[in-house]
């Protein structure tokens, strides 16, 4: 609920921006660059690399530097567990605060900037992965159903058309679970896990 209500907020600030603010629109695309699961020492695990796609919208406030930047993201996102690849698919909303640096001359051809700002998403479908053995053991990865994350990150706007941005996101909760325990019992071993992401963007700034 308080997820919700952060992004209603946001959405209710950018709709209701002044008229003098600059208003600019994309379509951003990128990949994701997972490290490996935390805290799951004892099982094979690594980052793989997945990919977003969506709406990009940016908002220049009338305070000399100071933007608001907010997206709408199809994203797919990748572990190796025990030899298998789990992929996460969800739609994520990264909201930035960003500041555009100043650069006489340089600003002509290109606008560096830094962004933060918090991230929240939600699981499409079911993206969970079981193992079995034959004295049935079994154990399961289950990613969380949404997720809140922060995102820090440097980039620049280029001919003011061609953004292009790297970015680390932070998770601030567990990304997932790994569970272990028997057939027809209760799991007696679960142990959550973060992902952390690098990403890297180019978007195309109308």
């Known amino acids: 609920m308080k997820k919700i209500f952060g992004i209603a907020i946001t959405l209710c600030l950018l709709a209701s921006a002044p008229a003098f603010a600059q208003f600019n629109w994309g379509i951003k695309a990128g990949m994701n660059l997972a490290s490996k699961p ?3 020492d004892d099982i094979k695990s690594e980052g793989k690399t997945g990919f977003f796609v969506g709406p990009t919208a940016k908002i220049m406030l009338p305070i000399v530097g100071l ?7 199809y994203s797919q996102s990748s572990s190796e567990l025990e ?3 789990i992929t996460r698919r969800s739609i994520e909303i990264p909201i930035y605060l960003r500041y555009e640096f100043s650069l006489p001359i340089v600003n002509k051809f ?3 900037f830094a962004a933060v700002g918090p991230q929240f998403g939600w699981a499409l479908g079911n993206n969970d ?4 053995n034959a004295a049935g053991d079994i154990a399961e990865w289950e990613y969380k159903k949404s997720n809140l994350s922060l995102n820090v990150g440097v980039g620049a706007t280029v001919l003011n058309h ?3 941005h790297i970015n680390y996101n932070i998770a601030l909760g567990n990304t997932g679970e790994w569970k272990e325990g028997t057939t027809g019992a209760a799991w007696d071993y679960i142990k959550g896990s973060k992902v952390n992401t690098w990403q890297v963007s180019a978007a195309y700034i109308f």
């Open 38 to 40: 935390s805290s799951l």
């Open 67 to 73: 933007g608001i930047e907010g997206n709408i993201l």
């Open 83 to 85: 030899g298998e690849d």
């Open 110 to 112: 290109l606008e560096p």
């Open 129 to 132: 992965e079981k193992w079995q």
């Open 162 to 164: 061609v953004q292009l």
